[in-house]
């Protein structure tokens, strides 16, 4: 029996739209605890479900000699999560949580299970409890010594002890356990379904900004970066163990530190090394030095934030961030090849019409190449979720749903955004259509009845709330 057995709740095959993008990628996080605890002397072992199916697990779980079971959770994945709670008490295993959603939901995830919440970074805090569950299985009166921690007490009361300062030098941390997962998996599945195969890697930890939606839990507001070099030797082992064809580099803001990026270039540069990427950034972290530099990188594809086309909405994120910015930053990276892309965001609080008008007319001025669209869902522990708690009614028991299906009272109904959503996919193709000088009467007259039809659907809706 290993100290521990890593695992996640997110099975690729059960999840049908997962299933037709087909782009799944490594989870770090779990793989940097797997190498930490290992390089500390703790014997791990991690089921990856990725590519596994949750009977798999749950027989894994039933016949093994049950130990410590850590699992990982986010937004997404907290149904599952509890279900596997549920199956590997039921079978004797100690069950740790940690990742960017038990910190938020403490008590729930306690209730649900969980022996210990880890909040924030995990690499400390579990060699720390490991110690401690393997001196002292039973007598646990070193539970409230435990910094980074959270845990019901004997008479069920919760408690949760002073947060874990953060790993100060992240250099000095052994790089991810990708043996400890079938990697090349991963990598042939991408290959089999776009033609390239992917992987995937961080070069820092943490983001500074301070967008009021965004999630903050595991990091905090700090920004850590990785020594260029190492970085570099890193990615270079990848390429060499793995023969990728591309790479997503996992960071929040790739570009945000310009003289990191500086460095990197160069050593890439001095060793002969390319490979196409993509990676997240933000308009304000781009100029034309930045998107040279990631152009002759290899960068394909940057997803630059943008959220909405309305400055006022943009101001009451706290984004930090002009319109003009990221119509700058998509004509920029298109002069230089490199795919744009961006999110957006429907139903924000305080969004109305003139607002959704401004996002379709930045979107239709700045043509990116891709851009997706989603409808505001409040993650618990961000300013957005405060904000707007009192109007929040959860439509489904916590343990099987996830803060995208909480309902927020008075705002439009999801049939009034699907419109919004047409409105805005039907302008910005008849805007594509007009550059291309394509002047097919047919796909223009589709266009425009689209069109028409998206506008009566938003009048028509407009009144509706949800209640
Ligand atoms: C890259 C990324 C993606 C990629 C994933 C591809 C990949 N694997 O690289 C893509 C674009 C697909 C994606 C999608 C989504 N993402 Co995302 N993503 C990220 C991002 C930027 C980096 C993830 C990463 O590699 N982190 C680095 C590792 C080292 O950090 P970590 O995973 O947090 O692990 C540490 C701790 O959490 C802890 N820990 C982790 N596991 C465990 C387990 C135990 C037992 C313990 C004790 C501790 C522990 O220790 C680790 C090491 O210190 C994070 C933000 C971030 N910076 O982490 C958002 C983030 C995880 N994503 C988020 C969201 C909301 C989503 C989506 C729902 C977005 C959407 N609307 O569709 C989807 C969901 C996808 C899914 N099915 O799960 C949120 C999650 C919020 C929440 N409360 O759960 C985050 C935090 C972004 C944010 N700031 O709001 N994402
Ligand atoms: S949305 Fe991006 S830039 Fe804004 S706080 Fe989150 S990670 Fe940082």
Known sequence: MADLLLTHGYFLYEDPKEMQIMKPYAPLGILYLCSHLRQNGFDVDVFDTTFSSRTALFHHLQSETPGVLGIYANLMTRANAVEIMGVARQAGWRVIVGGPEPGAYAQEYLEAGAEFVVFGEGEATMQELLTALREHPDALAWRSKIAGVA????????????????????????????????????????????????????????????????????????????????????????????????????????????????????????????????????????????????????????????????????????????????????????????????????????????????????????????????????????????????KLVQLKPWGQSSDREIKIQGRHSRDYYAHADKLLRAEVQLARLAQSNSNDPSDLHQLKMQIATARQGLAATATEVEA
């Open 151 to 390: 845990y019901l007490d004997d008479s069920g009361r919760f408690h949760q002890n002073p947060p874990r300062g953060q790993i100060a030098d992240l250099d000095a941390q052994p790089w991810p356990a990708r043996h400890a997962i079938d990697l090349h998996r991963y990598v042939d599945t991408w290959r089999e379904h776009h033609g390239q195969g992917s992987v995937n890697f961080i070069t820092a930890r943490g983001c500074p900004y301070k967008c009021r939606w965004c999630s903050h839990q595991v990091y905090g507001q700090t920004h850590r970066r990785r020594n260029p070099i190492k970085v570099v030797d890193e990615l270079e082992w990848l390429l060499t163990e793995y023969t990728p064809d591309i790479a997503w580099v996992s960071d929040d803001v790739f570009t945000i530190n310009h003289q990191w990026i500086r460095q990197y270039a160069a050593e890439m540069h001095r060793r002969g090394l390319h490979i196409p990427f993509e990676c997240i950034s933000r308009a304000d972290r781009l100029n034309e030095e930045m998107l040279d530099l990631l152009a002759e990188l290899g960068c394909f594809r940057i997803w630059i934030g943008s959220e909405s086309g309305s400055q006022r909405l943009l101001d009451s994120m706290d984004r930090g961030v002009k319109v003009e910015q990221v119509q700058r930053a998509v004509a920029m990276s298109r002069a230089r090849n490199i795919q744009s892309g961006m999110f957006l965001m429907w139903g924000y609080e305080g969004e109305e019409m003139q607002d959704i008008e401004a996002t379709i007319d930045h979107v239709r001025k700045a043509q990116p190449d891709i851009f997706f669209t989603t409808v505001s869902y409040p993650i618990k522990g961000t300013p957005y979720y405060s904000e707007i708690q009192s």
